[in-house]
T-cell receptor, first 115, second 109 residues
Framework: KAGVTQTPRYLIKTRGQQVTLSCSPI?????VSWYQQTPGQGLQFLFE???????NKGNFPGRFSGRQFSNSRSEMNVSTLELGDSALYLC??????????????FGQGTRLTVV | GENVEQHPSTLSVQEGDSAVIKCTYS??????FPWYKQELGKGPQLIID?????GEKKDQRIAVTLNKTAKHFSLHITETQPEDSAVYFC????????FGTGTRLTIIP
């Protein structure tokens, strides 16, 4: 079956702009989580969506937001981009949620570069 | 919240030798422990996981052991091959996946 699909794979944006990233989970999976990966901070949890509702949120400013659609596809948005937002953004798909004892599968990520 | 420590941060082993990566966690309520492998330019790939009702799980050259009393779990890779070179992450889910800081494993031919 198809894996987790993230689009776009690469993105270059200018400071102050906003960006929207997309994630299509594995068919049948209702949970989508987003992570930011940087060399200095490692993998940091952004938020999780389950059945169109945000279930958990990490320690990121309000510039980072997300949503989930009825088909479980999810988007995350970053407004007023800063240089420090340059990172690999990963989404993870799971049946019931990463905190509920089920496997989570990651997409290839979107490499965001802010200049 | 959960805190996961992972050691070592880098590891180099000769091809054919074994590699061991260790993680400790803080939340005793955690009961599922996955390991991920991340190759350059790719997302993390789940390679093996273990649940708290077992002490060890094997899958070909890869094994994971869990000590719930000491709150640590380890990844063992035997007969290492060049394609094992990657960054490995442990994780402990508790409302979210909390990852270790990663181990860069290099297999020396």
């Amino acid at each position: 079956k198809a894996g987790v699909t993230q689009t776009p794979r690469y993105l270059i944006k200018t400071r102050g702009q906003q960006v929207t990233l997309s994630c299509s989970p594995i068919s049948g999976h209702r949970s989508v989580s987003w992570y930011q990966q940087t060399p200095g901070q490692g993998l940091q949890f952004l938020f999780e969506y389950f059945s169109e509702t945000q279930r958990n949120k990490g320690n990121f400013p309000g510039r980072f937001s997300g949503r989930q659609f009825s088909n479980s596809r999810s988007e995350m948005n970053v407004s007023t981009l800063e240089l420090g937002d340059s990172a690999l953004y990963l989404c993870a798909s799971s049946l019931e949620g990463v905190g509920i004892d089920t496997e989570a599968f990651f997409g290839q990520g979107t490499r965001l570069t802010v200049v | 919240g959960e805190n996961v420590e992972q050691h070592p941060s880098t590891l180099s082993v000769q091809e054919g030798d074994s590699a061991v990566i260790k993680c400790t966690y803080s939340d005793s309520a955690s009961n599922y422990f996955p390991w991920y492998k991340q190759e350059l330019g790719k997302g993390p790939q789940l390679i093996i996981d273990i649940r708290s009702n077992v002490g060890e799980k094997k899958d070909q050259r890869i094994a994971v052991t869990l000590n719930k009393t000491a709150k640590h779990f380890s990844l063992h890779i035997t007969e290492t091959q060049p394609e094992d070179s990657a960054v490995y992450f442990c994780a402990a889910p508790q409302e979210k996946l909390t990852f270790g800081t990663g181990t860069r494993l290099t297999i020396i031919p």
